[in-house]
């Protein structure tokens, strides 16, 4: 059995992450994960995370889950959506707060004299371009649009690790991917097919 945990730390949409995997594979058991027992035990690791990036790393040291999501990105496949993607690298500028450091490279906010006429968050619909190929955009066209709700994004010190960028007020490095790891800016749970897709696509993954 594909047994995928979904790390609920009480802070993601873990219901609607869990209900679009469901729906994209139905086959596997989806487990909505609060023990690190159920996340190590799992085959696959969805890490979500949604609001402020210091909330969101007090409640995963709270919860007793950091050293099973960074043995799971170590070990398994791990999905990181949002927040999620955000918590991989060293730290963020929201609240200079020091995150999970899997990779070296910062958090910054959208700022400039282009969000003067640019609403920040970035939310909505917006392109996504490949700039390189990935098992997990199988099926999905080069420039499709996914659902983004963000203010901040990923800054990678290594450039090979983008995978996909989007453009709001400028270019910026909306996936990213190493080895078993892939993880997204935007939100596949609220992105249609092609966000099922995504899903589906990482259900089937063998990095």
Not at 20 to 28: D, G, K, S, T, Y
Not at 113 to 138: C, D, I, S
Request: hydrophobic letters at 40%; a neutral charge.
């Amino acid at each position: 059995m594909n047994t995928i945990a979904i790390v609920d730390y009480g802070m993601g949409n873990f219901h609607s992450v869990a209900r679009a995997l469901r729906a994209a594979a139905p086959e596997a058991d989806i487990i909505i994960s609060s023990t690190p027992e159920q996340v190590q035990r799992a085959s696959r690791v969805v890490f979500p995370g949604q609001g402020a990036m210091p909330d969101c790393m007090r409640t995963l040291d709270a919860s007793g889950l950091r050293e099973a999501v960074l043995q799971a990105a170590r070990e398994k496949p791990l999905l990181g959506v949002c927040v999620g993607e955000q918590m991989l690298f060293t730290g963020s500028d929201e609240g200079n707060v020091r995150s999970l450091g899997v990779f070296p490279g910062w958090v910054r906010k959208f700022a400039g004299p282009q969000y003067t006429k640019l609403k920040v968050p970035h939310m909505g619909w917006n392109a996504v371009r490949q700039t390189r190929p990935h098992a997990l955009w199988e099926g999905i066209a080069d420039g499709t649009p996914f659902y983004f709700v963000h203010s901040y994004y990923v800054v990678p010190d290594d450039p090979a690790l983008t995978v996909g960028v989007s453009q709001y007020g400028q270019r910026f490095t909306c996936a990213i991917a190493a080895d078993n790891i892939f993880a997204v800016q935007f939100h596949p749970e609220k992105s249609a097919g092609p966000g099922l897709r995504l899903y589906r696509n990482f259900v089937e993954w063998q990095p």
